[in-house]
């Protein structure tokens, strides 16, 4: 059974930063790409940033510049350095982790609460 765990949300003033951990386990494929999501109320679900097992990176334009995806292959663990936090970046963050299998397989972790205050 695959497990993703994500653990670092908190809340923090504008301008502030936050790292964010999320950590895959169980599965018998290897990890292909991982990202992180978030979900405002009201608003849907968007990536964040995802990274490949080889490095690449995609970032929303709104939060270029700020945050850094970054993944350690060896833990399957990925991380989003998160700088200059703003009040919109609140937000349950969601890790996402992809299987490289045929089909496709996701896998979502439970979420982490991240809280931007004005």
Do not use: H
Not at 24 to 36: E, L, Q, R, T
Not at 58 to 87: E, H
């Amino acid at each position: 059974q695959v497990q993703v765990v994500e653990s670092g949300g908190g809340l923090v003033q504008a301008g502030g930063s936050l790292r964010l951990s999320c950590a895959a386990s169980g599965s018998i494929f290897p990890i292909d790409a991982m990202g992180w999501y978030r979900q405002a109320p009201g608003k849907q679900r968007e990536l964040v940033a995802s990274i490949t097992s080889g490095g690449s990176t995609d970032y929303a334009d709104s939060v270029k510049g700020r945050f850094t995806i970054s993944r350690d292959n060896a833990k399957n663990t990925v991380y989003l350095q998160m700088s200059s936090l703003k009040p919109e970046d609140t937000a349950v963050y969601y890790c996402n982790a992809q299987l490289r299998v045929v089909p496709s397989k996701n896998y979502w972790g439970q979420g982490t609460q991240v809280t931007v205050s004005s």
